[in-house]
């Protein structure tokens, strides 16, 4: 599974949205962590089109999961 990312602009982002439209829940959430775990990394190696790009696909996540109804838990990592 590859995280979220949206251009700016983005020519394939309906597609995307619809596909995201279709996951179950769980993977939903998977993806989210995924998308969110990498944004960190690209974050900590100043990676900031990366980042921006994966910034877009976690919005993305929280507008699409907000209209389908269910909440996206951040999981915080231990030290």
Not at 63 to 79: H, T
């Given at each position: 599974?590859?995280?979220?990312?949206?251009?700016?602009?983005?020519?394939?982002?309906?597609?995307?949205?619809?596909?995201?439209?279709?996951?179950?829940?769980?993977?939903?959430?998977?993806?989210?962590?995924?998308?969110?775990?990498?944004?960190?990394?690209?974050?900590?190696?100043?990676?900031m089109e990366r980042l921006y790009a994966l910034?877009r696909g976690l919005k993305t996540l929280q507008?699409?999961?907000?209209?389908?109804?269910?909440?996206?838990?951040?999981?915080?990592?231990?030290?």
């Open positions: 599974m590859e995280p979220l990312c949206f251009d700016h602009p983005d020519q394939n982002r309906a597609e995307k949205e619809a596909v995201l439209q279709s996951l179950d829940p769980t993977a939903f959430s998977a993806l989210f962590q995924l998308t969110r775990k990498e944004a960190s990394i690209a974050r900590q190696n100043g990676d910034t507008r699409i999961s907000g209209e389908r109804g269910f909440v996206l838990a951040i999981r915080r990592s231990s030290p």
